[in-house]
């Protein structure tokens, strides 16, 4: 199917607009994907490999899926990787899988998982000479970072749209953080994509997953606090914090 066929007019603006307000991508860039099997990173995967088609630069692409530890554990491990791989060739994108390392039953948490999958991308990315990773956070990821980071940790701050990092060397781009997740969604509907089940038996039970819950309570009671907060996060009033 073709790009045009599977996005509406205004979700290809949506991540045009985002594309372009970070210059995310540029002619020459080597791209990995990192994919977890999750329906926000296997539409990423999609849309990234279906530009490629469309845009006016050339980019190379690479999908990555990091097995963790926890994962590994799980029963249906083997079966849920083989049908990532089956969506990933589905898409038509080149892939590898990458084994995470094994975590000291202290560290079987999310910070540590987290942690230990950047640090897989980050020393591929070095290896092979990727210039940019990117990651399947949209609108919604990025709203809910905010609030836990205030919640939990005590700072004002979220995951940014382009962070560059290695004095230039790598960049992580997020090209659907101005998506909504019902508008990822539709994405997926239309292209098909069979996402695979969290694996992690920790999915579910996390601040992240209450403050989710939180944020959808607020969004019934005022439904404009959704972009609200989102505008907030490029409207930072420095002189009126403390
Ligand atoms: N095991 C993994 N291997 C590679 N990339 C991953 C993995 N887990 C997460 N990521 C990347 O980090 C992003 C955010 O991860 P998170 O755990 O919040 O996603 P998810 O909700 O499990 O899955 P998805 O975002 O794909 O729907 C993903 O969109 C993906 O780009």
């Known amino acids: 199917m073709t790009i045009d066929a599977c996005l509406t007019s205004r ?63 799980h029963p249906e491990s083997a079966g849920a990787i083989a049908r990532i791989c089956g969506q990933l060739e589905r898409i038509g994108i080149e892939y590898q899988t990458v084994r995470g390392w ?33 990651f399947g956070h949209h609108k919604d990821d990025l709203i809910e970072t905010l609030l836990l980071n205030m919640i939990c940790s005590g700072n004002i701050s979220t995951m940014v749209p382009k962070q ?24 997926a509907a239309r292209i098909g994509i069979d996402a695979v089940e969290n694996l992690c038996p ?12 939180l944020l959808a309570q607020l969004y019934t009671m005022e439904p404009g606090a959704r972009n609200s907060i989102f505008a907030a996060m490029a409207n930072v009033r420095e002189g009126y914090l403390l």
């Open 202 to 213: 920790l999915a579910g039970n996390t601040h992240r997953q209450r403050v989710r819950e």
């Open 11 to 73: 979700l290809n603006r949506r991540i045009g607009q985002a594309m372009h307000d970070y210059s995310m991508l540029v002619d020459g860039d080597r791209v990995l994907v990192a994919v977890s099997g999750g329906v926000d990173s296997l539409v990423l995967a999609w849309l990234l490999r279906f530009w490629q088609h469309k845009a006016p630069i050339r980019y190379v692409l690479k999908a990555v899926v990091v097995e963790n530890e926890l994962w590994r554990r």
């Open 102 to 134: 094994s975590l000291a039953e202290e560290h079987r948490n999310c910070y540590h998982c987290a942690r230990n999958r950047r640090s897989q991308l980050f020393d591929l990315a070095r290896q092979e000479g990727w210039s940019k990773i990117a």
């Open 164 to 187: 560059v990092l290695f004095g230039g060397k790598l960049a992580l781009i997020r090209p659907m953080a101005y998506l909504e997740k019902e508008e990822v969604l539709e994405i």
